[in-house]
């Protein structure tokens, strides 16, 4: 399974823009870079997912690097409510919807 | 439409005994997944399901651990007997056959003393 590296914990301010940093140096042309976030208490929920190119959606934007070995999550404008962990992950493509995850990024909101 | 549903929510036993946990997919989801979260640790594949088929079973620690899916709706894992190690998050989630997303459920602590 391809890997991931993350920071283990960032820390943001309310109402900030949060970049949070994936690399993923072995990445592979049939991996699609998935975004699973997990709130305290709770199963991880997805956030956002792509392949190439950069994506947005109402929770937040992927901003994958050209030579894909390096994306980052976007969130434009922080709340108390993102205070989660974090989760990067490659999903091949050839090998169905399996996903492997990583110990994340604790993102930490401060008020 | 209603979420993944898992029970219990909470569950502690003694090593050598037995549990089973019970998981109920949004309907019409014919992938179905059993994950281990131990603490600190994001969550592992343990087993997953295609209708009440098998697909991966790689990581499912088989001399302990078992899991059923009949009439590829509702399912349960079994742990027996439960070691200390076993103590952790498990998590179920399931998905539509053509989508990529996974939906979580709240997942069921067990401790193991």
């Known amino acids: 399974d391809a890997k991931t590296t993350q920071p283990n914990s960032m820390e943001s301010n309310e109402e900030e823009p949060v970049h949070l940093p994936c690399n993923h140096s072995?990445?592979?042309?049939?991996?699609?870079i998935h975004w699973y976030r997990q709130l305290p208490s709770q199963g991880p929920e997805y956030v956002i997912h792509?392949?190439?190119s950069n994506v947005n959606n109402r929770m937040a934007s992927l901003a994958i690097a050209e030579d894909r070995k390096s994306s980052t999550l976007i969130l434009h404008r922080a709340t108390l409510r993102d205070a989660a962990v974090y989760y990067c992950?490659?999903?091949?493509?050839?090998?169905?919807?399996?996903?492997?995850f990583g110990a994340g990024t604790i993102l930490r909101v401060k008020s | 439409e209603a979420g993944v549903a898992q029970s219990p929510r909470y569950k502690i036993i003694e090593k050598r005994q037995s549990v089973a946990f019970w998981c109920n997919p949004i309907s019409g989801h014919a992938t179905l997944y059993w994950y281990q979260q131990i603490l600190g640790q994001g969550p592992k594949l343990l087993i997953q399901?295609?209708?009440?088929?098998?697909?991966?079973d790689s990581q499912l620690p088989k001399d302990r651990f078992s899991a059923e899916r009949l009439k590829g709706v509702d399912s349960t894992l079994k742990i027996q007997p439960a070691k200390l190690e076993d103590s952790a998050v498990y998590l179920c989630?399931?998905?539509?056959?053509?989508?990529?997303?996974?939906?979580f459920g709240p997942g069921t602590r067990l401790t193991v003393t």
């Open positions: 989630a399931s998905g539509r056959e053509d989508s990529y997303e996974q939906y």
């Open positions: 992950i490659l999903r091949d493509m050839e090998y169905g919807n399996k996903l492997v």
């Open positions: 072995t990445i592979s042309g049939t991996d699609y």
């Open positions: 399901f295609q209708n009440n088929g098998v697909v991966d």
């Open positions: 792509g392949l190439t």
